[in-house]
């Protein structure tokens, strides 16, 4: 089995950046990709980004390319979301998710077969 334990989530205003942190501990030698989902209230559960550790490969959602980046470290086992400019909309709790299906690299949920607890992050206006 594989733990993801997120951390990083606050309080912050417009403009500002912010930066989670996901931390993947127990099988990790099965993870392919681990990616970052968020869902505000009353919304389905949105795709942000995600990141291929062999070959550092990274894929972004529509709503958030250009703003916040996403990387790993493969030898501490963690995956890092950078959220840059960051605006009302993207208030949510931000999920890490982990992938062992090898042949895929996308946003699809069903394809993550690990998931976080989740960090709040929450931007006022």
């Known amino acids: 089995q594989v733990q993801l334990v997120e951390s990083g989530g606050g309080l912050v205003q417009a403009g500002d950046s912010l930066r989670l942190s996901c931390a993947a501990s127990?099988?990790?030698?099965?993870?392919?990709?681990m990616g970052w989902f968020r869902q505000a209230p009353g919304k389905e559960r949105e795709f942000v980004g995600a990141?291929?550790?062999?070959?550092?490969?990274?894929f972004y959602g529509d709503s958030v390319k250009g703003r916040f980046t996403v990387s790993g470290d493969n030898a501490k086992n963690t995956v890092t979301l950078q959220m840059n400019s960051l605006k009302p909309e993207d208030t949510a709790i931000y999920y890490c998710?982990?992938?062992?299906?090898?042949?895929?690299?996308?946003?699809?949920?069903?394809?993550?077969?690990?998931w976080g607890q989740g960090t709040q992050v929450t931007v006022s206006s």
């Open positions: 998710a982990a992938s062992s299906q090898s042949w895929y690299f996308g946003g699809a949920e069903r394809h993550y077969d690990h």
């Open positions: 127990g099988r990790t030698f099965s993870i392919s990709a």
């Open positions: 990141f291929m550790w062999s070959g550092g490969r990274t």
